[in-house]
């Protein structure tokens, strides 16, 4: 597959990932703002804090370097029966990480008040199971992703999530005295779903004409389960090595990932009533980065594994290949900072206004408006963060990987140490603000990283990051004339008030955007021709 090929399959993998993200979150969304109506704040910080935290740390811990590893690289010439067979791993992995976990959420951090939070010793057992169930399907997601089958992760998981809300929302009307129940059963739903929609696809698309027409390099279900070569090795070493440097990595990286809830978990900074009110307001300001952010980020992580060449300086790439990953990263960058600076620029106004209608007086009073306003900012931050370290993870070599450990050591001990120092000054903004600290350190090794390997060619990705100056103006004329509509319309009066202010808030994004769209011609082309799915088309 060429790099233009590779190029066009990650932008529709972006796009569709894009539309999942929006469609996931929208419907946390909702489920949310309709669970707040029915349960505890405090239920709601368990299983959104604690639980999640769980479920989180054990997936990721025990795939997230498999992933990395096994989606490097070109896949054509790779022996996919030893990749099979690394994948699995991840089951025996899981198990031990589970263990490991439910010990430690058992028995060493204190429960919550039974009264309040009900169950709480079995649903910490039934999440663990709910995460090991979505590590089966771990094998079939890798070949899905390295193979371009990008309707199915789409499909897959949209059932489950829709199963996953059906079966919240029935339960937490009909029987809310459940409790924690309500939640680890559609957690189960979730992971079940997405297994078998994963496993009946596979069992249709193995041996089929489609299959064929696109080179699939296996031909029957019992070449999904871990089986011995004869002649070969049972698993590529140099992959395992790989997997294992990324391994070091991804314990670290969880923590930078995850950090403000494990600092809240273990640490009792706050109460469970704060923690689920964090949460809430962590998640809605985190929307349009789920949205748009991520999902860019894993696809085109694919995108530059397979085009540039895993530990390769420039001098030794071919020239196409260099050209289009600057290209491509120069566009990325410049659309994820101008998205970041729009929702700095507009999330201070609005951020009272959102949580006003989401949550009512629960979320808007107290802390909850200055949380957003901090995480608008912060969102800038996480829009640089994902693309740079999407590319310096793809470009590093292994040895280059293993160094970067020891600087992601020092980033989660100081961010540790940073979360707990500011949150016991500011409250939960101390957290935001950590984050904020972290992500600078983390962004200045990724620019320095690809300044230094783009330094022998002609390519200057990095200009990416300087936006148009008519932008940059029209951007602060914005958030000056919504910060006077604030103050004159919103929040505690009628609703045509708060309708004026939404108004102006429109008509100055509508300015913002008529300008990108005048200034930005670059960036509009590459939307136009990459990001934008072509639906009448057949995915490749």
Not at 64 to 90: H, K, P, Y
Not at 372 to 391: M, P, Q
Not at 409 to 430: E, K, Q, V
Not at 453 to 463: I, R, T, V
Request: with cysteine.
């Amino acid at each position: 597959m060429g790099s233009e090929d590779v190029l066009k399959s990650a932008s529709t993998l972006a796009s569709y990932n894009v539309l999942l993200q929006v469609m996931f979150r929208l419907l946390t969304f909702f489920l949310n703002a309709f669970t707040l109506r029915f349960v505890s704040k405090e239920l709601i910080g368990v299983v959104n804090v604690r639980l999640m935290l769980l479920y989180t740390t054990l997936v990721f811990l025990s795939r997230e370097a498999f992933r990395r590893a096994c989606l490097s690289g070109d896949g054509a010439g790779r022996n996919w029966r030893q990749v099979i067979n690394l994948l699995w791993f991840t089951l025996p992995l899981g198990c031990f990480w589970g263990v490991l976990l439910v010990c430690v959420w058992w028995w060493l951090l204190q429960a919550p008040d039974p009264q309040t939070v009900p169950h709480y010793v079995p649903a910490v057992g039934l999440f663990c199971f709910a995460a090991l169930t979505e590590l089966l399907a771990e094998p079939l997601w890798v070949l899905a992703q390295a193979h371009m089958l990008i309707r199915l992760k789409v499909i897959a998981e949209s059932l489950a999530m829709i199963a996953k809300c059906l079966v919240t929302v029935v339960m937490v009307v009909s029987a809310p005295k459940w409790g924690l129940y309500i939640f680890s059963a559609a957690q189960c739903v979730y992971a079940g779903f997405l297994l078998l929609c994963y496993f009946v696809y596979f069992l249709r698309f193995l041996g089929s004409a489609d299959a064929k027409k696109k080179a699939f390099p296996l031909h029957h279900v019992s070449q999904l389960l871990p089986t011995r070569i004869k002649g070969q090795p049972i698993i590529n070493w140099k992959l395992a090595t790989l997997t294992w440097s990324f391994f070091k990595q991804s314990f670290l990286k969880q923590i930078l990932t995850e950090g403000e809830r494990y600092v809240m978990t273990f640490l009792n900074v706050l109460n469970f009533g704060d923690q689920g009110v964090y949460d809430i307001v962590n998640n809605l300001g985190s929307m349009v980065a789920r949205f748009l952010f991520l999902p860019i980020e894993e696809s085109f992580y694919v995108f530059f594994a397979k085009v540039l060449e895993r530990g390769r300086d420039v001098q030794h790439q071919k020239e196409e290949e260099v050209s289009i990953a600057a290209d491509v990263l120069e566009c990325l960058l410049k659309l994820v900072l101008l998205i970041g600076l729009i929702i700095t620029a507009f999330g201070y106004s609005y951020s009272h206004l959102a949580l006003s209608l989401y949550g009512g007086e629960l979320l808007s009073s107290g802390t909850g408006p200055a949380l957003l306003r901090c995480y608008s900012f912060y969102v800038l931050f996480l829009a640089i963060n994902g693309v740079t370290e999407c590319f310096v993870f793809a470009a590093m070599s292994k040895e280059e990987v293993d160094r970067y450990n020891l600087v992601m050591l020092g980033l989660s001990a100081s961010f540790l140490m940073l979360s707990y120092w500011l949150t016991w000054l500011f409250g939960g903004i101390g957290f935001i603000l950590a984050n904020c600290c972290n992500m600078v350190l983390r962004i200045t090794h990724s620019l320095i990283y690809i300044q230094h390997y783009f330094k022998h060619s002609d390519h200057a990705p990095l200009s990416g990051l300087r936006p148009h100056p008519a932008v940059l103006i029209a951007l602060m004329i914005s958030s000056v004339l919504t910060a006077f509509s604030e103050s004159m319309f919103c929040c505690d009066s009628g609703w045509l008030l708060r309708l004026a202010h939404i108004t102006t808030g429109a008509v100055c994004l509508l300015g913002v955007v008529i300008i990108v769209f005048l200034t930005e011609t670059r960036l509009v082309q590459f939307i136009r021709t990459q990001l934008i799915p072509k639906y009448s088309k057949k995915d490749t």
